[in-house]
């Protein structure tokens, strides 16, 4: 493919969300119109698809692409030669003068050739980390990451591996301290570096001015540059269609044991939904207590609490957990998550309990408490066993609609399915397989968990109840 | 048993009781009647604390009710409540709404509690509904439940909050039935009630109420028949009759006639004895008298009811020329229908006004 970009004036041309690739878009084509994606695999299904006619990739993940992806290629010419480079916030700068120390060792010692050479090769076999136990005596770098920058960051084998790891590991090597990586967002790599979640980000960032403001660069450590890549003249024959969708669940779920990744995602998915769930449960009938309290100390804030929460996106609260509020506290992403679905949950689930309470008619209460019942026993025999009828069925759909809203955690660097299935897509460029296979999977468990509901709803309800007393005969 | 002592509630400012005294004996049946908004229901309710009193005291059994270290629930165990809503609890089937109480406050064993409340069932005759729910029941069924529910608890006195205000009228009988049983075994109650010949019949005292206070109190008789303060008078007089204005001669029949069938049942009177006042009123209005008033029309029925004759008195008051059925002597329909049934009849002026009574036999 020749370098004239002349055909793409006025075209559609995809731009990762957060890249430096716009500025390098304008400078050769001024008029293309930028359509922004959140990963490669998303732009390579939309240039397959016709959606765009172009996106703009460094070179060595553009030869990745192609080399998996039949019907796209790339023009051969770099828009823009770069260096890329690892990112550190920007007090850290004894960190970063290290780690500069380390990457002139390795270049000098021929290392950083040899990594070049196994991770641009065509050797799976080769592409293995080094085996390298990593003491952790002075300490402890958080390493910021993007697994969907293969051959740079990338998952193998239910593992992140790729050029940058296999460097970074090397570097820990030599400055005796221990890594813990997070897996983030592309865009989400910078702001962790500056709240100071993270000590130092590699994900094949080049170096910019403008992210020189914010962030502090290392030498770089790869030279590359920015190519586009487009769709190729028509694809090879991809066999029938049931031959091609074996294809694609071997390559989704087979190959590299990827199904492990899918079930570690489902299990991080359950269990943020189910914890989230009882605590936002408990949480809710606390807050919908302070509701109906007569105190206006205990009313406002809780009607305060609900109105805040119900008005803000669940992506938007996670965030200012993740960043701001649990910014300097080391804490696993996942509980961060409990604690956002949690208070998320608890502001819905509160009404809903409110609404069934006062369902229940006075005149219960009253005859209740004529007969001597306290207050407590009022609740426990008479409103709540009614008032769980009321609120059930609504409770089943705001608990199977927070299952799905969970997929939104890939925000604070958690793994969960469709973050899981992103990483499975961007290894194998295939965008609709396991989109619809994770959509499959979502289904399953909601329709698995409604059931369960349900069973409890027909416990529950009088009219389906076995007509007899417990613990009795007849005489 | 109960001693009430200037007892006072107020709902803001609004005084609804002032400085009500009572004595309730053991055994004693005590109707509270008077008009509504008089407190009858709010004094119940404040026997047990459903409402709290702003002054005054309750003793039980010399123990003070609005003491603050009174365990006013344990004191609630022995004063049953029967409410005008039933109030059922509406996820529990009949014989675990009676078995509740005993279960979880007396600490009953589930069998024992279970065949008391089949025993109860049996007594209010719902025993074969003891596995339905409230929704399942009628009004009258439903109030027959929670009287046995509260009678589960061996209350020493029931309180009845009208208990039969909330019935279709073919219902209020099969729950009076179950109360005068209760009567009749010894209970001990108050009852709220509109049922005035319940009442009389049925209760060892009655309470008027009005001024928010206990106006006047006796037994039944005294009461009933010889009051002896004006508004009690006033009260029991209108309760035994019914007042109807005609202003125009395209008058509302069908109120009149509704007016005469509500009041009838309310005294109970046969089916045969209300249709035939009907019968006699539309004829006389209709046919006889209409033709007779002067203009502007200005007729004033009253029904009464005689409990010593049971007989039922008509009072026609009118502007217009005089007239009494019994003395004309044609011979059409109407007119044979109304001799029919009237036995006797006066016409007299009085006051510019013709009065004309009529008195209808009480014959099968």
Request: net charge negative.
């Given at each position: 493919m020749d370098g004239d970009l002349s055909r793409f004036v006025g075209k559609k041309i995809g731009i990762l969300t957060g890249s430096s690739y716009e500025s390098v878009l304008m400078q050769h084509i001024p008029s293309a119109l930028p359509e922004y994606f959140n990963s490669f695999t998303d732009e390579t299904a939309a240039v397959k698809a016709g959606k765009i006619d172009g996106f703009l990739v460094d070179e060595p993940i553009a030869r990745d692409i192609v080399n998996n992806t039949p019907g796209v290629t790339y023009i051969r010419k770099v828009l823009r030669a770069d260096g890329y480079a690892f990112a550190f916030p920007k007090d850290q700068t004894a960190l970063c003068e290290e780690v500069n120390a380390s990457i002139a060792e390795l270049e000098a010692g021929g290392e950083l050739r040899r990594i070049d050479a196994r991770w641009f090769g065509t050797d799976a076999a080769a592409k293995v980390l080094p085996d390298i136990r990593l003491d952790g005596k002075k300490g402890v770098i958080r390493l910021a990451t993007n697994s969907g920058s293969p051959p740079f960051v990338y998952h193998k084998d239910g593992r992140l591996v790729g050029y940058d790891i296999d460097l970074v590991m090397r570097i820990a090597d030599k400055l005796k301290k221990k890594l813990e990586i997070d897996d983030l967002d592309f865009g989400a790599i910078i702001p962790s570096l500056m709240s100071g979640r993270s000590d130092m980000a590699a994900s094949c960032i080049t170096i910019t001015e403008e992210r020189a403001k914010s962030v502090l660069f290392s030498n770089p450590y790869y030279r590359g540059g920015?190519?586009?890549?487009?769709?190729?003249?028509?694809?090879?024959?991809?066999?029938?269609f049931w031959s091609g969708l074996k294809e694609s669940f071997r390559r989704t779920f087979l190959v590299e044991d990827r199904y492990r990744l899918i079930l570690k995602g489902l299990g991080v998915t359950v269990t943020i939904s189910v914890l989230s769930a009882v605590i936002g449960t408990l949480l809710g009938f606390g807050v919908c207590l302070c509701r109906r309290a007569s105190s206006l100390w205990a009313s406002v804030p809780s009607r305060g609490f609900i109105q805040a929460v119900q008005g803000t996106p669940i992506v938007v609260i996670l965030m200012i957990l993740y960043y701001i509020?649990?910014?300097?506290?080391?804490?696993?992403?996942?509980?961060?998550?409990?604690v956002g679905f949690s208070i998320n949950f608890a502001a819905y689930v509160s009404?809903?309990?409110r609404t069934g309470i006062e369902a229940v008619d006075r005149g219960q209460h009253e005859a209740a408490a004529?007969?001597?019942?306290?207050?407590?026993?009022?609740f426990t025999r008479i409103t709540f066993p009614q008032a769980a009828r009321h609120v059930l069925p609504v409770f089943k759909g705001e608990f199977v609609s927070m299952v799905k809203m969970t997929s939104v955690v890939g925000y604070i660097a958690i793994q969960d399915l469709t973050k899981m299935s992103d990483l499975i897509r961007s290894r194998t460029y295939e965008a609709f397989f396991p989109l619809i296979a994770t959509a499959l999977i979502y289904f399953a468990v909601a329709y698995a968990l409604t059931h369960l509901f349900s069973l409890v709803e027909a416990r529950i309800d009088p009219k389906r109840r076995k007509r007899a007393v417990k613990g009795v005969v007849l005489s | 048993m109960i001693r009430i002592r200037h007892l006072s509630k107020a709902f803001g400012p609004n005084l609804v009781l002032q400085d009500v005294n009572a004595e309730i004996e053991q055994g004693e049946v005590i109707s509270v009647i008077g008009p509504s908004g008089s407190g009858k229901s709010t004094l119940l309710r404040c026997l047990n604390l459903l409402e709290r009193p702003t002054g005054g005291e309750i003793l039980i059994d010399g123990i003070n009710l609005l003491d603050k270290k009174t365990d006013v629930l344990k004191l609630r165990r022995k004063m049953g409540m029967v409410f005008q809503s039933f109030n059922l609890f509406s996820h529990l089937m009949a014989v675990e709404n009676i078995m509740l109480g005993p279960v979880e406050l007396l600490e009953m064993g589930r069998q024992e509690a279970f065949d008391e409340s089949m025993r109860l069932l049996t007594m209010v005759g719902l025993v074969e509904k003891a596995f339905a729910y409230p929704d399942e029941l009628s009004g009258g069924q439903k109030q027959r439940v929670a009287i046995a529910r509260t009678l589960a608890m061996k209350p020493e006195i029931v309180l009845f909050d009208e208990p039969t205000s909330a019935l279709d009228p073919t219902m209020i009988s099969e729950v009076l039935a179950?109360?005068?049983?209760?009567?009749?075994?010894g209970m001990t109650m108050m009852i709220v009630t509109h049922e005035m010949k319940f009442a009389r019949d049925v209760s060892t005292r009655v309470f008027y109420m009005d001024e928010g206070t206990i106006y006047e109190e006796g037994t039944p008789r005294q009461i009933f028949e010889q009051p002896t303060r004006e508004k009690t008078r006033v009260f029991i007089h209108k309760i035994r009759t019914f007042v109807f204005e005609i202003r125009s001669r395209t008058f509302d029949l069908y109120g009149l006639q509704g007016g005469v069938?509500?009041?009838?049942?309310?005294?109970f009177l046969p089916e045969k004895q209300i249709h035939d006042t009907q019968l006699v009123l539309e004829e006389l209005i209709l046919h006889k008298l209409l033709g007779r008033l002067a203009d502007p029309v200005d007729l004033t029925v009253t029904v009464g009811f005689s409990?010593?004759?049971g007989a039922i008195e008509l009072m026609l008051a009118y502007q217009g020329e005089a007239y009494n059925p019994l003395e004309d002597s044609s011979e059409d329909l109407p007119l044979r229908l109304i001799r029919n049934m009237v036995l006797n009849g006066s016409c007299a002026g009085e006051a510019g006004k013709t009065h004309l009574r009529l008195t209808l036999g009480n014959n099968p």
């Open positions: 920015v190519v586009m890549v487009v769709a190729s003249s028509p694809a090879a024959g991809e066999g029938g509020v649990f910014g300097n506290v080391d804490i696993s992403g996942i509980l961060v998550a409990v009404e809903m309990m004529a007969l001597g019942f306290n207050r407590l026993q009022v | 179950v109360v005068r049983r209760l009567a009749a075994d069938e509500e009041f009838g049942r309310r005294q409990e010593t004759s």
